[in-house]
C-alpha cells in the first residue's frame, strides 16, 4: 500500500515538517533522532537541518528513496533504514530524540512499539508524537479508516509509562500536509522526556 501511495513523484504529505514538531522541537538541543514511520522524510529532513544526526525508518523503501531525494535537494544527510515496525528492535539508551508523526499502527504492536521508545531514550531525551484520535473519523479529512488504528490521550500517556509530560493533549486543528492529510483534524499530540537519573 504504502509504496504504492509514495509512487507518485509529488511527495504526498508535503515536504514541509509536522506543525507540532517544528514547535515541539525548538527548545531540543541536537542529537541522535529516531524517526519512527517517517514515509518520505519531511520531519528527518527538518530535523537534520535542524543539526540532528536522523535515522529515518520506514517500511517503504519508494517513501525512504524520496527521503534521500529530499535531503539531498536541503543539502543534509540522514541516514534511513527499510523495516517494518513490527520487526524493528529500539536500541536501548541510545536516542535524543523519537519521533512519531501520524505513525498509525495496530493496538498490540504500538503498546509494544512505545515500551520500546521509552527504554530506547536517554535519559534526558525527548518524544514527540501527533496522531489522530477516533474523533478523526468524523472529520474524514485524513488517517486510517478505523477508530482501532487511532489514539487517545489516556492510552499514550498509559503505554509511555516512564516519561514525563510537558504536553499530553488532544484537541482539532488545522493540518495542512499534502493532499492526503488537508482539512480541520482532531490529533493527540504528546511531548514528553525521559527524567534523568538522579544519584541522590
Not at 506543525?19 to 537534520?48: Q, S, Y
Not at 525508518?57 to 536541503?74: I, M, N, P, T, Y
Not at 498490540?108 to 477516533?134: D, K, N, Q, S
Not at 489514539?151 to 488545522?174: C, I, K, P, S, W
Request: one cysteine or more.
Amino acid at each position: 500500500m504504502w509504496d504504492e501511495r509514495y509512487a507518485a513523484d509529488e511527495y504526498v504529505y508535503g515536504t514541509e515538517p509536522n506543525d507540532f514538531l517544528r514547535t515541539a522541537v525548538a527548545n531540543v538541543p541536537p542529537g541522535k533522532a529516531l524517526c519512527l514511520g517517517e514515509g518520505e522524510g519531511r520531519n528527518a529532513v527538518f530535523l537534520a537541518q535542524q543539526g540532528f544526526e536522523v535515522l529515518a525508518v520506514d517500511s517503504s523503501a519508494v517513501g525512504l528513496q524520496k527521503a534521500q531525494r529530499l535531503a539531498e535537494d536541503r543539502g543534509v544527510q540522514i541516514d534511513t533504514l527499510v523495516a517494518d515496525l513490527a520487526d524493528y528492535a529500539i536500541e536501548p539508551n541510545s536516542w535524543d530524540l523519537i519521533t512519531s508523526i501520524f505513525c498509525h499502527v495496530p493496538p498490540p504492536l504500538r503498546r509494544r512499539l512505545h515500551a520500546g521508545v521509552v527504554a530506547g531514550l536517554r535519559p534526558g531525551g525527548v518524544f514527540i508524537l501527533e496522531a489522530y484520535t477516533p474523533a478523526q473519523l468524523e472529520w474524514g479529512t485524513g488517517g486510517p479508516p478505523t477508530a482501532e488504528l487511532m489514539m487517545t490521550r489516556d492510552a499514550l500517556v498509559e503505554e509511555l509509562d516512564g516519561l514525563e509530560f510537558e504536553e499530553a493533549v488532544e484537541r482539532e486543528r488545522d493540518v495542512l500536509e499534502g493532499q492526503f492529510h488537508t482539512g480541520r483534524g482532531a490529533v493527540v499530540q504528546i511531548l514528553g522526556h525521559k527524567p534523568r537519573q538522579d544519584w541522590g
